[in-house]
């Protein structure tokens, strides 16, 4: 059965702080897809990422940057030097070929940046 | 991407009644969804809409309670029946967009807030 694990409930840094956000899976599909959102407080749901499961390289944007390992299962989220304004909760989500296109979502890492 | 609206942003309803919820979004979309998200929790597909056909609900919600309606390829609305505070949650459209690069992605609605009584 597919799953998706964010462990860490809540983290809070300090601006410019570096921190990264866990996200481990489980599936029994060779083809799949991964994703972060980001849910700021006003409640709107964004797209950050979608990683396929045959591209393991890792990617960076700006200050955000996400760590793809297959062989534990894991799709970590890394955001260098924080701001303020990257407080929000960040969701990992799953979606297994031939689902029709069903995202399975963590229960989501609430980050809070303090200045 | 795509431009998703949701209609109402917000509402508060007594128990018992209904509230519709519409979803628009800027493009032509095959597949639409529906997440419910309760108070502190992350989000639950309720079901799939696709133009032409019957939705498809997933295990624990069932079309009495969630009736929806897709008629066409940009429009979508999610009834919540006999509403009873367990009801009370944020409610999310999606639609699947299908991009050459970056393969198929969902977009969300800015989500509906309801607050049952």
């Known amino acids: 059965a597919q799953k998706v694990t964010q462990a860490q409930t809540e983290i809070s840094v300090v601006e410019k702080e570096d921190v990264t956000l866990d996200c481990v899976y489980e599936t029994r599909d060779t083809t799949y897809y991964l994703f972060w959102y980001k849910q700021p407080p006003s409640g709107e749901l964004v797209f950050l990422i979608r990683r396929n499961s045959f591209d393991e390289q890792n990617e960076i944007s700006g200050r955000y940057s996400w760590n793809f390992q297959k062989s534990t299962s894991s799709f970590n989220f890394t955001i260098t030097a924080s701001q303020v304004v990257d407080s929000a909760v960040y969701f990992c989500a799953l979606s297994e070929d031939n689902q029709g296109g069903k995202l399975i979502f963590g229960q989501g890492t609430e980050l809070s940046v303090k200045p | 991407s795509a431009v998703i609206s949701q209609k109402p942003s917000r509402d508060i309803c007594q128990r018992g009644t209904s509230l519709t919820i519409q979803c628009q979004v800027d493009?032509?979309?095959?597949?639409m969804f529906w997440y419910r998200q309760q108070p502190g929790q992350s989000l639950t597909l309720i079901a799939t809409a696709n133009q032409g056909s019957e939705a498809t609900y997933e295990s624990g919600f069932v079309i009495d309670k969630f009736p929806i309606s897709r008629p066409n390829l940009t429009f979508s609305t999610l009834t919540v029946s006999n509403l009873s505070p367990e009801d009370s949650s944020i409610y999310l459209c999606?639609?699947?967009?299908?991009?050459?690069?970056?393969?198929?992605?969902?977009?969300f609605g800015p989500g509906t807030r309801l607050t049952v009584l």
């Open positions: 999606s639609v699947e967009v299908n991009q050459i690069v970056g393969g198929d992605t969902q977009y």
């Open positions: 493009s032509q979309v095959t597949m």
